[in-house]
Antibody
């Protein structure tokens, strides 16, 4: 079955960088789009970014554009989120999610990794 | 960006009764190519979200048939026909018509 395992979260100071990873298994990773969604403590879901199955197309929510970069390595079945110039408001659990078979709903989710931005 | 607004913010329903959650899009339509680009998710405490419905009314495999989705244009509805104890959760709608793929603010469903 589909398994998504995020890693790389932790505590970081404002302005610093962090890279999240999402190891995928149980499906043909290279044929599906992948997404990142975050959830601040006690808050709702916020969509962050998406990348096409082949890595050629990427989109971001406005608040992270120019600071975050989504990427993937299909040879390693791994999704990444490079986060630069982190802000306190980026504090959240970050989930990776697999896109649906024919469009961009998220049909499988990882357990999430917590990123805390604090001085 | 498309704003998704859910109502109510919280809801208490008796076991066995119907629960209805509404979701309204700020954009004129989420409809293209005979498809409605709207999904519903369930999130229980301490867990990631779980997909319930996509294309506004298609139930994900394994989701009980007491969950149903409907709607068109800018107004969509998630209905739980007979509430079970395990349905206590927060429910989110999401449009995947245009990036950013925005979520509603969530509706907390409890047992009355």
């Amino acid at each position: 079955q589909v398994q998504l395992v995020e890693s790389g979260g932790g505590v970081v100071q404002p302005g610093r960088s962090l890279r999240l990873s999402c190891a995928a298994s149980g499906f043909s990773f290279s044929t599906y789009g992948m997404q990142w969604v975050r959830q601040a403590p006690g808050k709702g879901l916020e969509w962050v970014a998406i990348i096409r199955f082949d890595g050629t197309g990427k989109n971001y929510v406005g608040s992270v554009k120019g600071r975050f970069t989504i990427s993937r390595d299909n040879s390693k079945n791994t999704l990444y989120l490079e986060m630069n110039n982190l802000r306190v408001e980026d504090t959240a659990v970050y989930y990776c999610a697999k896109s649906g078979y024919s469009s961009n709903w998220s049909d499988s989710w990882g357990q999430g990794t917590l990123v805390t931005v604090s001085s | 960006d498309i704003l998704m607004t859910q109502s109510p913010d919280s809801l208490a329903v008796s076991l066995g009764e119907r629960a209805t959650i509404s979701c309204k899009s700020s954009q004129g339509t989420l409809y293209s190519n005979n498809k409605r680009y709207l999904a519903w998710y369930q999130q229980k405490p301490g867990q990631p979200p779980k997909l319930l419905i996509y294309w506004a009314s298609t139930r994900e495999s394994g989701v009980p048939d007491r969950f149903s989705g409907s709607g068109s244009g800018t107004n969509f509805t998630l209905t739980i026909s007979s509430l079970q104890a395990e349905d206590v959760a927060v429910y989110y709608c999401q449009q995947y018509f245009n990036t950013p793929f925005t979520f509603g603010q969530g509706t907390k469903l409890e047992i009355k």
